[in-house]
């Protein structure tokens, strides 16, 4: 079993729509979670941070960790033609992170 | 925010030859730099680990007389590919962080380097 799974799609949805990005990972050993945004050719980019169980909120953006099920998610609410990219889900201790596949999204005008 | 550049931001070179990537951090220190190697349609993979003036801790399966990597001062490091042939070619993306600890300090990724081996 991968440390961290993550679905690599591809997503479309419509301008508007509720995005849901999930991951799961079988280290319990994990602390920080983090949602990394990637867009093609480039480095990727901090979306969200974590380090408890619960929801986080900035904007558009909800990231919720459950550790008893070991499973995050990344919301993104009123998608936009911009959002499309691909979200790579990250979680680590205090030194080396490690990335899920990342789920490529398309949000369609 | 903190900043990381990474020059080249491409490269092409013929097989057997060695290619260089600069890693900067410009507006802080970055005690730990880590080193990464991005195929297409796949996650990020750590290949090693730098802190600054000391020797890079590589991980599992990352040859380390292949890619040397030099972290001599607190805004610069350094991956050298040597003897690079066509299977390493792949988007190379180094990241830095500024404080180690127990506590969590944000990686700051630099823009990538793609490398292609002819």
């Known amino acids: 079993q991968k440390e961290v799974e993550q679905d690599p799609g591809p997503l479309s949805v419509p301008e508007g729509a509720i995005v849901s990005l999930n991951c799961t990972y079988s280290n319990s050993a994990f602390q920080y979670f983090m949602w990394y945004r990637q867009y093609s050719r480039k480095g990727p980019e901090l979306l969200m941070y974590t380090y408890s169980s619960g929801n986080k909120e900035d904007g558009r953006f909800t990231a919720q960790v459950d550790k008893s099920s070991k499973y995050i998610s990344l919301f993104i609410r009123d998608s936009q033609p911009s959002d499309s990219a691909t979200y790579l889900c990250a979680m680590g201790g205090s030194e080396k992170l490690v990335f899920g596949k990342g789920t490529k999204l398309t949000v369609n005008p | 925010g903190a900043v990381v550049s990474q020059h080249p931001s491409w490269v092409i070179c013929k097989s057997g030859t060695s290619v260089k990537i600069e890693c900067r951090s410009l507006?802080?220190?970055?005690?730990?730099m880590f080193w990464y190697r991005q195929f297409p349609k796949q996650s990020l993979m750590l290949m090693a680990t730098?802190?600054?003036?000391?020797?890079?801790?590589?991980e599992q399966g990352v040859e380390k007389d292949k890619f040397l990597i030099n972290h001599a001062s607190l805004t610069l490091s350094t991956l050298t590919v040597t003897s690079a042939h066509p299977e390493d070619s792949s988007f190379y993306i180094c990241?830095?962080?500024?404080?180690?600890?127990?506590?969590?300090?944000?990686?700051?990724f630099g823009p990538g380097t793609r490398l292609t081996v002819l």
């Open positions: 507006d802080f220190q970055a005690t730990t």
């Open positions: 730098s802190n600054e003036g000391s020797k890079a801790t590589y």
């Open positions: 990241s830095a962080r500024e404080l180690a600890g127990d506590s969590y300090n944000e990686q700051f």
